[in-house]
């Protein structure tokens, strides 16, 4: 299961306009919340933990609203932003299928 996730990661990083429209933030966050959503229920399970310590080992600080935040007080664009969500996001499901957070 986590090669085919993140295979679709790689492709979504690649042309995130064939997996979400309008490609924004919020479209990509929601998009990415649904895979690991449906990749619970397979039992791939990334949790709050494991998410924060991927998004820490990228240099991102995760509050209650997410890292976002974060990534626009240090400046970067729209593209780079989504482009770094669904880096963390492949980190975040590489750590849960090597149980580790």
């Known amino acids: 299961m986590i090669e085919g996730v993140l295979q679709l990661l790689e492709g979504m ?3 995130p306009g064939m997996y979400v429209q309008p490609v924004e933030v919020g479209t ?18 990334v949790t709050r933990e494991i ?7 990228r240099g991102w600080e995760r509050r ?3 890292i976002v935040w974060h990534m626009e007080a240090k400046g970067p ?6 482009q770094e969500l669904i880096a963390v ?6 750590r849960a299928a090597a149980g580790r957070a």
């Open 89 to 94: 996001e492949a980190e975040a499901f590489r």
């Open 28 to 45: 990509v966050q929601s998009y990415l919340d649904g895979l690991e959503a449906g990749c619970h229920f397979g039992g791939l399970h």
């Open 64 to 66: 209650a609203t997410g």
């Open 51 to 57: 998410y924060e310590a991927a998004a820490a080992s």
């Open 77 to 82: 664009d729209t593209t780079a932003i989504i």
């Open 13 to 15: 990083s690649r042309r």
